[in-house]
């Protein structure tokens, strides 16, 4: 009678170990982190095209061979909206864009010639 008890409380152990690795992986890929995307494009293409699904415009980025290159594509989760997610693209320039992940639309830049594509803060 003596050993069931010990094969018992083995078991329980091993149970309360494996429930608590579980429950530490799954806690530490809920955080609420950015997802990196890091992408290193030897071979960047003249033109990327950007549609929304939602509507029919298309922003054009313009990414001749004498401009700037993408360095990283970031997934973030919209802290301002307090939802959502959007894409944050990184120029070798210093420059970023950012896409709302749904629609596609530009959300925010910091190229003075974007500032006019920008939706309206009002």
């Not at 050993?3 to 579980?22: F, H, K, T």
């Not at 890929?29 to 033109?47: G, H, K, L, M, R």
């Not at 939602?54 to 313009?62: D, H, I, K, V």
Request: glycine fraction near 8%; avoid cysteine; charged fraction near 20%.
């Amino acid at each position: 009678m003596e050993n069931y008890v010990i094969i018992l409380i083995g078991i329980i152990i091993a149970l309360l170990i494996v429930g608590g690795a579980v429950v530490y992986t799954s806690m530490q890929n809920s955080q609420d982190e950015p997802v990196a995307i890091e992408s290193n494009i030897s071979n960047a293409t003249n033109t990327t095209n950007v549609t929304s699904d939602n509507s029919n415009t298309t922003a054009t980025l313009e990414n001749n061979e004498s401009g700037p290159s993408v360095v990283s594509e970031v997934v973030k989760f919209n802290g301002q909206e307090g939802e959502g997610y959007y894409r944050e693209v990184t120029y070798s320039d210093g420059n970023f864009r950012q896409y709302d992940v749904d629609t596609g639309k530009l959300i925010g830049s910091s190229y003075d010639s974007d500032q006019d594509k920008l939706p309206s803060m009002e």
